[in-house]
């Protein structure tokens, strides 16, 4: 059995999210939230709050043991952009590009793997 939770249109680019989800994909739910808490990255934070929101509804919704999940996925997929402007020379403007992403964290339990 497997459960998952999304967060969406974080404000970070999906590119350096990516990075972080990486580090803790087919790991244990605790042992991937230990190795999210001490991760320098800020994508780090977003991460660990959807893996802990799949245990809750796991836990929660369908009783299974928090000891046995384990990320069966997490993808990164693009938000909207955001497009700003940025003031240059001789009155010019250029476009920034505000980055979004979605974060969906799918756990199961079971054997690790």
């Not at 999304?6 to 350096?16: C, D, L, T």
């Not at 991460?47 to 796991?58: F, Y």
């Not at 497009?83 to 799918?106: E, L, N, P, S, W």
């Amino acid at each position: 059995m497997e459960t998952r939770a999304v967060a969406r249109y974080i404000w970070i680019g999906p590119r350096k999210v990516r990075l972080v989800a990486d580090l803790v994909r087919g790991k244990g739910v605790n042992d991937a939230l230990a190795i999210l808490r001490f991760a320098p990255q800020r994508a780090a934070k977003p991460i660990s709050k959807v893996v802990r929101s799949a245990q809750a509804n796991a836990e929660h919704n369908h009783s299974m043991d928090a000891e046995e999940l384990f990320i069966k996925t997490i993808c990164i997929d693009e938000g909207p952009i955001l497009k700003r402007f940025q003031a240059r020379a001789r009155g010019r403007a250029d476009v920034k590009r505000r980055r979004t992403c979605h974060i969906t964290v799918v756990v199961a339990d079971g054997k690790e793997g």
